[in-house]
C-alpha cells in the first residue's frame, strides 16, 4: 500500500499500483483508520512492551520449565581449554573428547551396577491411551503400553517368536500388546499369547516375560530383582500430587556417567554441601569458576542429617536446612527440607519455606552400568508457580555441580573417612541391602563406551 489519506467526510482512497479503489466507510471504522494513523511512536512501544511482559508470564507462570541436558553439556567443559594435558584429545570434537575421557577414566571397585528396587521408566505424561514405547534400562529392554482405559502394563519388548521389537511398531489391542512382525498377541497382565492370526490353535507355553509395574505420583516404575524376588514394598501416593491439587511445574533430565551409587550417596555425604554448594547459585555450575568474586555477596549456608529409617528398612531420611545469606551475615531465604530416600532410585524433597510448600521428586534408572538418567519433578499450590520454577532452575544448577564431579570421579570402595565423614559408612551399609548374591556386576568393554 503506497498511501492512504481520509477525508473529513468518511470518504478515503487507497492507493494500489496501477489503479485507485474508492470505497465509503461507515464512520466507526474511519474513526479506528484516523486513531491508528495518528497513533504516537511510543503508543507502539508500549504495546510492545506490553506484549513482551505478557510473554514472559507465561512462559514462567503458565508453561512448565523443561531444562534437558545431555552428557555431553554437563561436566566436560573445560575438555574445550586445551589444558587438560591429554595428547589423545587434540583435534577432536566435544562429544569425542567426552568419549574418550569415559574411556581413559578409571573406574575403581564397584559395587553391582543394578541394584534390586523399583525404577523410572517413563513420566506418565509420556504415555498416553493406546501408546508403547521402548525403553533400555537395567540391563534389559522393556515395551511400556498404556491401554484405553488407563491402565499400564511392562513386558520383555522381544517377541519370542522371532525377536520382534514389540514396542516398535507394535500397536495395542485392548489389554494385549501386538507384535508388527507377525500380528501375535500378549495379554499385559500375565504375557501369555493370546492369538496367532494364522495358527488354528495359541501354544500354552507361549508367553513373554512381564515386569512387575507400578505407576504413582506421575511415574511408571519397573520392579527389578536379580533374585526374581517380588515386591514388598513400594513407593506411596503423595495426595496432593495423585488429586491434581499441586501443579506440576516443571522437570529437569541429565544424564550421568556415573555408577548408580554415586548419586544417592550424596544423602550422607554432610560435608560436600558447604564446599561445592556454598558459592552463589548465579556463578553457575562449572567449578572452576563458582567462587568468582563478582557472585560473592551471597553464600549459600547448609546443615544436615542423615540417618535411616528404624520402621521401614528400605527407607533412609535426610533433614537440612538451607539458607541464604548477604555478604555471609543477612539470612534473606529459609529454607528446611525433608530428603526421604525410598529405595535405591527414588527420593522425595518436601520443601518448606516461608512462601510455603512444595515437592521435588527425583528417580535415577540406569541406562547402561555406567550411565545413569537423572529426572527431578516439581509440584507445589498453583500461587507458588514462579517460586516453583526458581527453584528448579537453582536446583538444576547445583546438580550440575555435583555432576561435574560424578562424571570424572573414581569409585572407592574403602574410602579415607575422617570421624565427621561416618554418615558417608552408614549411608553405603544401608544401601548394600539392594544388592544381593545375583546381582550384576560391571564388565569393562572398551569398544562399548558410547551412549
Not at 511400556?144 to 500397536?171: I, K, S, W
Not at 579415607?416 to 549411608?427: A, F, G, N, P, T
Request: hydrophobic share 40%.
Amino acid at each position: 500500500m503506497d498511501s492512504l489519506n481520509v477525508s473529513s467526510a468518511g470518504f478515503y482512497k487507497t492507493w494500489w499500483p496501477g489503479h485507485v479503489l474508492d470505497q465509503h466507510l461507515p464512520p466507526c471504522v474511519f474513526n479506528v483508520a484516523e486513531m491508528v494513523i495518528n497513533t504516537q511512536p511510543y503508543t507502539w512501544m508500549q504495546i510492545l512492551l506490553v506484549v513482551l511482559v505478557l510473554g514472559v508470564l507465561y512462559y514462567y507462570l503458565v508453561l512448565p520449565m523443561n531444562y534437558v541436558k545431555n552428557l555431553s553439556e554437563v561436566g566436560y567443559g573445560h575438555l574445550l581449554d586445551g589444558g587438560v594435558g591429554l595428547a589423545q584429545l587434540k583435534g577432536k570434537t566435544k562429544r569425542e573428547m567426552v568419549r574418550e575421557v569415559r574411556r581413559m577414566r578409571k573406574i575403581g571397585s564397584l559395587p553391582p551396577v543394578y541394584p534390586n528396587g523399583w525404577f523410572m521408566l517413563l513420566e506418565s505424561d509420556n504415555l498416553g491411551p493406546g501408546e508403547v514405547k521402548h525403553v533400555a534400562a537395567l540391563g534389559e529392554n522393556f515395551a511400556v503400553f498404556r491401554t484405553q482405559e488407563g491402565v499400564v502394563h511392562v513386558l520383555d519388548a522381544y517377541c519370542p517368536h522371532l525377536g520382534a521389537n514389540m514396542a516398535v511398531g507394535g500397536a495395542v489391542r485392548g489389554d494385549c500388546l501386538e507384535c508388527p512382525f507377525h500380528g501375535w498377541r500378549f495379554k499385559g497382565e500375565d504375557g501369555k499369547c493370546t492369538t496367532v492370526p494364522y495358527s488354528e490353535k495359541v501354544p500354552d507355553f507361549a508367553k513373554v516375560k512381564r515386569w512387575t509395574s507400578y505407576e504413582v505420583n506421575k511415574f511408571i516404575f519397573v520392579w527389578y530383582h536379580a533374585e526374581g524376588e517380588e515386591p514388598n514394598w513400594r513407593p506411596s501416593p503423595i495426595p496432593q500430587i495423585e488429586s491434581g491439587e499441586w501443579k506440576y511445574r516443571g522437570r529437569n533430565e541429565f544424564l550421568i556417567n556415573s555408577h548408580i551409587e554415586e548419586i544417592p550417596e550424596n544423602g550422607g555425604d554432610v560435608a560436600h554441601l558447604n564446599a561445592i554448594h556454598a558459592p552463589n547459585v548465579m556463578a553457575g555450575s562449572d567449578l572452576r569458576f563458582i567462587e568468582r568474586l563478582v557472585f560473592s555477596f551471597a553464600r549459600h549456608v547448609w546443615s544436615a542429617q542423615w540417618q535411616p529409617c528404624a520402621d521401614a528398612p528400605y527407607q533412609a531420611t535426610m533433614h537440612l536446612h538451607h539458607e541464604v545469606r548477604l555478604f555471609n551475615k543477612v539470612p534473606v531465604v529459609n529454607m528446611d527440607v525433608r530428603a526421604e530416600q525410598i529405595g535405591p532410585a527414588y527420593v522425595e524433597l518436601h520443601l518448606k519455606s516461608s512462601f510455603g510448600t512444595m515437592t521435588i521428586l527425583q528417580t535415577v534408572t540406569p541406562v547402561e552400568p555406567l550411565l545413569q538418567k537423572l529426572v527431578h519433578r516439581i509440584y507445589c499450590p498453583p500461587l507458588l508457580s514462579l517460586f516453583a520454577t526458581f527453584t528448579l532452575y537453582a536446583e538444576s544448577i547445583m546438580v550440575e555441580r555435583d555432576i561435574m564431579v560424578w562424571n570424572h570421579k573414581k569409585y572407592i570402595d574403602k574410602p579415607l573417612l575422617v570421624k565427621e565423614d561416618h554418615s558417608i559408612r552408614r549411608h553405603r551399609r544401608w544401601y548394600s541391602q539392594f544388592y544381593s548374591e545375583n546381582s550384576p556386576q560391571f564388565s569393562f568393554q572398551k569398544d562399548n563406551m558410547d551412549w
